[in-house]
């Protein structure tokens, strides 16, 4: 059976996508929250398939070089990579940006990525995937932490794209439709969420991209 990791599979999008690879890939999900990933566990359990939860922190560089060790020991390779991590930092005028916030939204959502392409990128196979998902707000008014930080990060994944493009694996970037999700609850508390896609609605929208 083919190996899907997810990175930021304990909710939202991730747990949605975790779900829905785990009828065809042993699943590895990574997240901080080990009682979500327990509750991803329980869900993929009972509809047949298998999990191998990695309850680890994107942003510590050591810990991401451990998973891609123990996968290379456990399986040799990686066939998906599907990265979901995110950190939305709060809403704020660009000329009042909490250092703190800026320094987490960089960490996690920029130098986490480029440490991850770096220490999976031998696992990945010619034909393996690595995707990644956009999101157009950058440069709209208050998105400043979450904003450049994500634009940046999608630089990053493009230009490993183009690099790509010959030898593998295939890089790609997909722009899911607004869904209810708890990041875009933080961005617009008062939205009616009932007009929002659902992530388990978008994934089956995303997935025949995402496997081809």
């Known amino acids: ?124 196979a010619p034909e393996s995937r690595a995707v990644f998902f956009d999101d157009p707000r950058g440069g709209q008014r208050f998105f400043g932490h979450y904003g450049a930080t994500k634009a940046a990060q999608i630089a990053l994944v493009r230009s490993w794209q183009a690099e790509s493009e010959r030898i593998g694996p295939r890089v790609l970037v997909l722009q899911p439709e607004p869904m209810a999700t708890g990041t875009r609850a933080r961005f617009f508390p008062g939205e009616d969420r009932s007009r929002l896609a659902t992530p388990t609605d978008e994934v089956q929208r995303l997935l025949p991209q995402i496997l081809g």
């Open 1 to 124: 059976m083919p190996t899907a990791l997810v990175t930021g599979a304990s909710r939202g999008l991730g747990h949605a996508l975790a779900l829905a690879l785990a009828p065809t890939h042993h699943v590895v999900a990574v997240a901080r929250t080990v009682g979500a990933l327990e509750e991803l566990d329980d869900r993929i359990q009972a509809q047949g398939g298998q999990a191998t939860l990695a309850p680890m922190d994107i942003a510590v560089p050591d810990a991401m070089r451990q998973l891609a060790r123990s996968i290379h020991d456990r399986w040799g390779r990686l066939d998906l990579w599907v990265h979901t991590a995110i950190h939305a930092g709060p809403l704020a005028p660009a000329g009042h940006l909490a250092v703190k916030d800026l320094d987490k939204s960089i960490a996690i959502n920029l130098r986490a990525t480029a440490d991850l392409i770096g220490v999976l990128s031998p696992l990945l």
